[in-house]
C-alpha cells in the first residue's frame, strides 16, 4: 500500500500495530480503527478503509486515476480482474501453504506428529503445489500479452499483484524458470517509488 501512495505522490502517516505474535490477533488499538482488527487499513480524512483492493481502488478514484486504464477498454477489464484476482484466487494458496507448513512445528503428542506430518505431505502434494504451479504458469502465459498484467503501462493493479509475486517467489516455487513472472518482478522492485515505500516502511516478512 506504501508504495501506491509514493506513487501516487500522496502525503501519509504510519501507524504501527503490534499484532500477539502468538495468536496472531490483533491489538484493542487495532480493532479501535477497524472492529475486524484488519491490516492493512487507511483512514483519510472521516473515510476508514479496510481490505487491500478496496484501499486500492479508493485511492486511485481520488488520488491517482492515472494509474487505471479507460473505461470501455480492454486493458480496464483485464485491471479489475488482476486487482481482485491477488488475494481473491492466488493469496488463499499461499496462506494454505503457510497455514500448513506449521502444522506439524505446532504443540501437539508426540504419537499425533507422525500423522499430522503425513496429511500435511498429502495435502501439499495433491492440491497446494499442483494448484500454486498452476496459477504461476498462467501468470507467465498472460505476461505475454503486455509488459504489465493489465497493459503495457504500470498500473495499480501490478501494485496489488507485487505482494502474491513476491510471496511466490518467497515460498511459492516461482524462480527464473518463469522468465516473464521473474522479470515483472525485478522490473517493479526498481521503480523509485517502491524503493522508498520500503526504506519509509522497513522490511517485511512475506509469508514466513
Same mark, same amino acid.
Given at each position: 500500500? *506504501?508504495?501506491?501512495?509514493?506513487?501516487?505522490?500522496?502525503?501519509?502517516? /504510519?501507524?504501527?500495530?503490534?499484532?500477539?505474535?502468538?495468536?496472531?490477533?490483533?491489538?484493542?488499538?487495532?480493532?479501535?480503527?477497524?472492529? =475486524?482488527?484488519?491490516?492493512?487499513?487507511?483512514?483519510?480524512?472521516?473515510?476508514?478503509?479496510?481490505?487491500?483492493?478496496? /484501499?486500492?481502488?479508493?485511492?486511485?478514484?481520488?488520488?491517482?486515476?492515472? #494509474?487505471?486504464?479507460?473505461?470501455?477498454?480492454?486493458?480496464?477489464?483485464?485491471?479489475?480482474?488482476?486487482?481482485?484476482?491477488?488475494?481473491?484466487?492466488?493469496?488463499?494458496?499461499?496462506?494454505?501453504?503457510?497455514?500448513?507448513?506449521?502444522?506439524?512445528?505446532?504443540?501437539? @503428542?508426540?504419537?499425533?506428529? @507422525?500423522?499430522?506430518?503425513?496429511?500435511?505431505?498429502?495435502?501439499?502434494? *495433491?492440491? /497446494?503445489?499442483?494448484? =500454486?504451479? *498452476?496459477?504461476?504458469?498462467?501468470?507467465?502465459?498472460? #505476461?505475454?500479452?503486455? +509488459?504489465?498484467?493489465?497493459?503495457?503501462?504500470?498500473? +495499480?493493479?501490478? /501494485?496489488?499483484?507485487?505482494?502474491?509475486?513476491?510471496?511466490?517467489?518467497?515460498?511459492?516455487?516461482?524462480?527464473?524458470?518463469?522468465?516473464?513472472?521473474?522479470?515483472?518482478?525485478?522490473?517493479?522492485?526498481?521503480?523509485?517509488?517502491?524503493?522508498?515505500?520500503?526504506?519509509?516502511?522497513?522490511?517485511?516478512? =512475506? *509469508?514466513?
Amino acid at each position: 500500500m *506504501l508504495w501506491l501512495l509514493e506513487e501516487l505522490g500522496v502525503p501519509y502517516e /504510519i501507524k504501527r500495530y503490534q499484532r500477539n505474535p502468538k495468536t496472531m490477533l490483533a491489538p484493542p488499538e487495532l480493532k479501535a480503527v477497524h472492529p =475486524l482488527g484488519k491490516s492493512p487499513v487507511i483512514t483519510d480524512e472521516a473515510q476508514t478503509i479496510a481490505e487491500s483492493g478496496a /484501499i486500492m481502488e479508493y485511492l486511485v478514484e481520488r488520488y491517482g486515476k492515472h #494509474l487505471r486504464p479507460a473505461e470501455g477498454t480492454p486493458e480496464r477489464l483485464r485491471y479489475t480482474y488482476w486487482l481482485h484476482y491477488a488475494e481473491g484466487s492466488a493469496m488463499p494458496l499461499l496462506l494454505m501453504r503457510l497455514v500448513f507448513s506449521r502444522i506439524p512445528k505446532g504443540p501437539m @503428542p508426540f504419537f499425533v506428529k @507422525p500423522i499430522a506430518r503425513r496429511i500435511v505431505a498429502k495435502v501439499e502434494e *495433491l492440491f /497446494i503445489t499442483p494448484n =500454486l504451479e *498452476l496459477h504461476l504458469d498462467f501468470m507467465e502465459g498472460e #505476461l505475454a500479452k503486455s +509488459a504489465y498484467f493489465a497493459g503495457d503501462e504500470l498500473t +495499480a493493479a501490478d /501494485i496489488q499483484m507485487s505482494f502474491v509475486v513476491e510471496g511466490a517467489a518467497a515460498r511459492g516455487g516461482l524462480t527464473s524458470s518463469r522468465p516473464r513472472l521473474w522479470s515483472w518482478l525485478q522490473k517493479v522492485q526498481a521503480r523509485p517509488a517502491y524503493k522508498r515505500a520500503i526504506e519509509k516502511g522497513g522490511p517485511y516478512g =512475506l *509469508l514466513v
